[in-house]
């Protein structure tokens, strides 16, 4: 392949646009009455962003470019290519309205590309000869999309829409593409828009194996011409359709390559910094492959200098090319994190009515005139339609505010024309979007506790469905939540030596890896322990599904320490208390209350992950703190006993309490067992309320025995308990117990000889701690 010359030439700036306007794809899921999990996992999309009324391609266009512009010399742009399958006119290019709005000289090539996704590739690539033929000059190539396919539709939640404005020249100083190249081209039917319709046809499964097929082929072409591997590369961004579609060419990519072996961590980092900002808008068409590599860029907490990024386009219909490029030295000093960072924290939320709504609205086809409604289209709004011409302008201020007040009666208006109006004023004056939406969080740390429990009676019979009493005890978890500059979620897990920094997106991917594999187990591909990998895991789950209960965003980054005095698995209600204290915690400095039952419902969600099928009597522990008698998940409160309790950790389980859970239910099969298990509930719930501790003590021992029945009690807890009851007390486990190696966890004791106590623990090479019940439940420390 001919080179055109040695110059470096490629992306000097990079800037992108979205909708103001986001829906959240539980909402859609809600009203389609189907799962979210089918669109958050299935898809791996989380929300898509929707155009008002007066925002189309042409707005989008100019304020990515508008941003993309800043300190640029425009005079020195001499082309501008504007990429799109989402046009406005069959002669006029759109990119003559941006020209126009933005300001460029007269001299001025502009031309508009079309060819499905694949159009903003294609203008980057007939621009990099021309810089290097004139490396004085400058190319804006601006890619604009609206993905759109219709209400109730297979498509409907893939759509989306946004642009990416790239400033191109010679010596760039964020991204030197590289000259070779593989691109292929077939005559297919994947997906296809004639031009008397709105909105477009896909065969979707055709349509997604061709994107692995000719992935395949530009990539060996790429490699045959290139001469580089796979593993030359550390990044790659991928035209985005939708994540999971990504997420499966890697994979391919990885298969044609024999890198069967990447951990699984390398793989994540290798292309989701590159899915974050796409999960937020939806499919973008044309702009999708470079909101992603402005996502990479942005997101990435690594210094990327000098790092190739592989990249893949591909365009319906088809063409597809894979190409690379290398970052350069300092590009962060010219990228537009903050803004962009912004962008997606100041979206207004949409319900599904409002959605409708935007969907809805008709564009006059018949020449009349027809004025369009104000809503939030950042810095330029088409305005008018008049004698079949489309009339754009620059917001104006005193405009917006004047329409306000005619305006005043649409619910979606007065939710976001105040965040325009201060957007637009602090921009006059800084050049920048920017909304301070940091006041609405606590500026000071805020702490929350979570006591730990010990189960007094009916542990795993509770699973199923017999009775269970339960205490807090004054042992606690701690989460402490405060503010972070860089915004993302720093997880200081000091108890298990973990750190490490997630954005919300990384959290929200994780989250769904963590659901899809619970899912194997309960279809019963998976043991419970192959869920939760690690078990920092579970406190990261608790943040993912609470922030997409709640649809956080973060304008600024936080940190959640997790400190702990309840010994991890040990059956004292560890994870129960963590991740009650984490969504507490978390729900407080956000301001944004949560009631106990909703707290509940999550906690359960994020347990589940932790134990395959929670009764939940460790959470209402949690929660409500005290001594709970539970059956059924009816819950009744009981008096905390007055005894001399101690607790004896016989060591860490070897096998979790999931595994446990496994183990024992084929002894429940039997409906005696459980008999046996509720009717000596019932009797220590009877000898609770009328504080007989002789009844107490018994129901404590017969407990004891049928938890040796099931196998959760090793020989060598066995005979320290043995121990315990020569000497006139009783012991049980408290936990799920162990069903091999010596240690069970949490013993709890029951004695007046402290002593004798001391001495046997002592003689076993256990630790002891006198405890005492808790009566509150999760709390502000």
Same mark, same amino acid.
């Given at each position: 392949m001919d080179k055109v010359d040695s110059v470096k030439v490629g992306i000097d700036r990079i800037a992108l646009y979205t909708s103001r306007y986001v829906l959240h794809l539980a909402t859609l899921a809600k009203i389609r009455n189907i799962e979210p999990d089918k669109y958050h996992v299935g898809l791996g999309q989380h929300m898509m962003s929707v155009p008002p009324p007066g925002e189309d391609i042409v707005?989008?266009?100019? *304020?990515?470019?508008?941003?993309?512009?800043?300190?640029?010399?425009?005079?020195?742009?001499?082309? +501008?290519?504007?990429?799109?399958?989402?046009?406005?006119?069959?002669?006029?290019?759109?990119?003559?309205?941006?020209?126009?709005? +933005?300001?460029?000289?007269?001299?001025?090539?502009?031309?508009?590309?079309?060819?499905?996704?694949?159009?903003?590739?294609?203008?980057?690539?007939?621009?990099l000869p021309y810089l290097a033929q004139y490396p004085n000059k400058k190319v804006l190539v601006i890619a604009s999309d609206i993905a759109r396919y219709g209400l109730g539709t297979p498509g409907e939640s893939s759509q989306g829409c946004g642009a990416v404005a790239l400033i191109l020249s010679a010596n760039p100083r964020i991204l030197a593409i590289e000259p070779e190249y593989g691109v292929i081209t077939e005559n297919v039917m994947d997906f296809w828009r004639p031009n008397y319709m709105h909105e477009a046809l896909v065969d979707g499964k055709y349509s997604s194996k061709l994107y692995l097929v000719m992935l395949e082929k530009?990539?060996?072409?790429?490699?045959?011409?290139?001469?580089?591997?796979?593993?030359? /590369?550390?990044?790659?961004?991928?035209?985005?359709?939708?994540?999971?579609?990504?997420?499966?060419?890697?994979?391919?990519? +990885?298969?044609?390559?024999?890198?069967?072996?990447?951990?699984?961590?390398v793989l994540a980092t290798q292309i989701h910094y590159a899915l974050e900002y796409g999960r937020k808008t939806g499919n973008s068409y044309s702009a999708s492959l470079y909101l992603g590599l402005a996502s990479l860029l942005d997101r990435a907490a690594e210094d990327l200098t000098g790092k190739r990024i592989g990249f893949y386009s591909y365009g319906s219909g088809c063409v597809a090319e894979y190409f690379s490029g290398v970052i350069q030295s300092g590009y962060r000093d010219v990228l537009n994190t903050e803004y962009h960072t912004d962008l997606f924290a100041t979206r207004t939320t949409l319900s599904y009515d409002e959605y409708e709504t935007f969907f809805k609205f008709a564009y006059a086809e018949d020449g009349r005139d027809q004025a369009i409604p104000l809503y939030d289209t950042g810095f330029f709004r088409l305005t008018n339609l008049q004698q079949h011409k489309r009339i754009y302008e620059k917001v104006n201020v005193e405009a917006m505010s004047a329409q306000k007040d005619k305006n005043?009666?649409?619910?979606?208006?007065?939710?976001?024309?105040?965040?325009?109006?201060?957007?637009? %004023?602090?921009?006059?004056? %800084?050049?920048?979007?920017?909304?301070?939406?940091?006041n609405v969080y606590q500026s000071t740390a805020i702490k929350v506790v979570a006591p730990g429990k010990l189960i007094l009676s009916g542990e795993h019979a509770v699973v199923y469905g017999k009775p269970?009493?339960?205490?807090?005890? *004054?042992?606690?978890?701690?989460?402490?939540?405060?503010?972070?500059? @860089?915004?993302? @979620? #720093?997880?200081?897990?000091?108890?298990?030596?973990? /750190?490490?920094? #997630?954005?919300?997106?990384?959290? /929200?991917? #994780?989250?769904? %890896?963590?659901?899809?594999?619970?899912?194997?187990?309960?279809?019963?591909?998976?043991?419970?322990?192959?869920?939760?990998?690690?078990?920092?895991e579970l406190a990261q789950f608790a943040m993912g599904i609470l922030?997409?209960?709640? *649809?956080?965003? +973060?304008?600024?980054?936080?940190?959640?320490?997790?400190?702990?005095?309840?010994?991890?698995?040990?059956?004292?209600?560890?994870?129960?208390?963590?991740?009650v204290s984490v969504m507490q915690a978390i729900s407080n400095y956000m301001q944004l209350p949560i009631s106990q039952n909703k707290l509940f419902r999550l906690a359960l969600e994020a347990e589940n992950m932790q134990h395959g099928h929670s009764s939940g009597l460790d959470l209402r522990v949690a929660l409500g703190g005290g001594c709970l008698y539970m059956k059924e998940q009816a819950v009744e409160v009981r008096p905390i006993p007055a #005894?001399?309790?101690y607790l004896v950790n016989t060591g860490v389980p070897v096998t979790t309490t999931g595994q446990c859970v496994e183990n024992v239910a084929s002894h429940f099969t039997s409906s005696q067992l459980g008999d046996d298990f509720a009717a000596v509930t019932n009797a220590m719930d009877a000898a609770l309320q009328q504080q007989s501790w002789r009844n107490m003590h018994e129901a404590i021992r017969q407990n004891h025995r049928l938890l040796v029945c099931i196998g959760v009690v090793p020989e060598k807890v066995q005979t320290f308990i043995s121990q315990i009851e020569v000497t006139g007390g009783a012991a049980k486990i408290c936990g799920a117990g162990a069903i091999a190696g010596v240690g069970a966890g949490a013993v709890l004791v029951v004695s007046d000889d402290k002593h004798v106590v001391t001495a046997l623990?002592?003689?076993?090479?256990?630790? @002891?701690?006198?405890?005492s019940g808790e009566s509150r439940g999760v709390h502000a420390a």
């Amino acid at each position: 392949m001919d080179k055109v010359d040695s110059v470096k030439v490629g992306i000097d700036r990079i800037a992108l646009y979205t909708s103001r306007y986001v829906l959240h794809l539980a909402t859609l899921a809600k009203i389609r009455n189907i799962e979210p999990d089918k669109y958050h996992v299935g898809l791996g999309q989380h929300m898509m962003s929707v155009p008002p009324p007066g925002e189309d391609i042409v707005t989008m266009a100019a *304020n990515a470019a508008r941003v993309a512009l800043r300190n640029i010399d425009s005079n020195d742009i001499e082309m +501008l290519l504007f990429a799109t399958e989402t046009g406005i006119d069959q002669s006029k290019s759109a990119g003559i309205y941006v020209h126009g709005l +933005l300001g460029l000289p007269a001299r001025c090539r502009v031309v508009e590309l079309k060819q499905a996704c694949y159009g903003g590739t294609g203008a980057i690539q007939l621009a990099l000869p021309y810089l290097a033929q004139y490396p004085n000059k400058k190319v804006l190539v601006i890619a604009s999309d609206i993905a759109r396919y219709g209400l109730g539709t297979p498509g409907e939640s893939s759509q989306g829409c946004g642009a990416v404005a790239l400033i191109l020249s010679a010596n760039p100083r964020i991204l030197a593409i590289e000259p070779e190249y593989g691109v292929i081209t077939e005559n297919v039917m994947d997906f296809w828009r004639p031009n008397y319709m709105h909105e477009a046809l896909v065969d979707g499964k055709y349509s997604s194996k061709l994107y692995l097929v000719m992935l395949e082929k530009s990539w060996e072409q790429y490699k045959a011409i290139s001469g580089r591997g796979f593993a030359d /590369h550390y990044y790659f961004c991928y035209h985005m359709p939708v994540p999971r579609l990504v997420e499966k060419a890697h994979h391919h990519l +990885l298969k044609l390559n024999e890198q069967g072996n990447v951990p699984e961590d390398v793989l994540a980092t290798q292309i989701h910094y590159a899915l974050e900002y796409g999960r937020k808008t939806g499919n973008s068409y044309s702009a999708s492959l470079y909101l992603g590599l402005a996502s990479l860029l942005d997101r990435a907490a690594e210094d990327l200098t000098g790092k190739r990024i592989g990249f893949y386009s591909y365009g319906s219909g088809c063409v597809a090319e894979y190409f690379s490029g290398v970052i350069q030295s300092g590009y962060r000093d010219v990228l537009n994190t903050e803004y962009h960072t912004d962008l997606f924290a100041t979206r207004t939320t949409l319900s599904y009515d409002e959605y409708e709504t935007f969907f809805k609205f008709a564009y006059a086809e018949d020449g009349r005139d027809q004025a369009i409604p104000l809503y939030d289209t950042g810095f330029f709004r088409l305005t008018n339609l008049q004698q079949h011409k489309r009339i754009y302008e620059k917001v104006n201020v005193e405009a917006m505010s004047a329409q306000k007040d005619k305006n005043f009666s649409s619910t979606i208006f007065s939710k976001t024309i105040s965040s325009t109006m201060q957007r637009a %004023k602090k921009t006059v004056s %800084k050049e920048r979007i920017r909304i301070e939406t940091d006041n609405v969080y606590q500026s000071t740390a805020i702490k929350v506790v979570a006591p730990g429990k010990l189960i007094l009676s009916g542990e795993h019979a509770v699973v199923y469905g017999k009775p269970a009493l339960a205490m807090a005890v *004054n042992r606690y978890v701690t989460a402490t939540v405060s503010r972070e500059t @860089v915004p993302q @979620v #720093l997880f200081d897990l000091s108890d298990l030596s973990h /750190h490490s920094r #997630l954005s919300v997106d990384a959290i /929200h991917r #994780l989250k769904d %890896k963590i659901k899809q594999k619970y899912y194997r187990f309960i279809s019963g591909d998976y043991s419970i322990r192959d869920v939760l990998q690690k078990p920092f895991e579970l406190a990261q789950f608790a943040m993912g599904i609470l922030a997409e209960s709640l *649809n956080l965003t +973060l304008p600024h980054g936080v940190k959640i320490h997790v400190q702990s005095d309840l010994p991890i698995g040990c059956g004292m209600g560890s994870s129960a208390a963590t991740i009650v204290s984490v969504m507490q915690a978390i729900s407080n400095y956000m301001q944004l209350p949560i009631s106990q039952n909703k707290l509940f419902r999550l906690a359960l969600e994020a347990e589940n992950m932790q134990h395959g099928h929670s009764s939940g009597l460790d959470l209402r522990v949690a929660l409500g703190g005290g001594c709970l008698y539970m059956k059924e998940q009816a819950v009744e409160v009981r008096p905390i006993p007055a #005894l001399p309790m101690y607790l004896v950790n016989t060591g860490v389980p070897v096998t979790t309490t999931g595994q446990c859970v496994e183990n024992v239910a084929s002894h429940f099969t039997s409906s005696q067992l459980g008999d046996d298990f509720a009717a000596v509930t019932n009797a220590m719930d009877a000898a609770l309320q009328q504080q007989s501790w002789r009844n107490m003590h018994e129901a404590i021992r017969q407990n004891h025995r049928l938890l040796v029945c099931i196998g959760v009690v090793p020989e060598k807890v066995q005979t320290f308990i043995s121990q315990i009851e020569v000497t006139g007390g009783a012991a049980k486990i408290c936990g799920a117990g162990a069903i091999a190696g010596v240690g069970a966890g949490a013993v709890l004791v029951v004695s007046d000889d402290k002593h004798v106590v001391t001495a046997l623990t002592r003689r076993f090479g256990y630790h @002891v701690i006198p405890i005492s019940g808790e009566s509150r439940g999760v709390h502000a420390a």
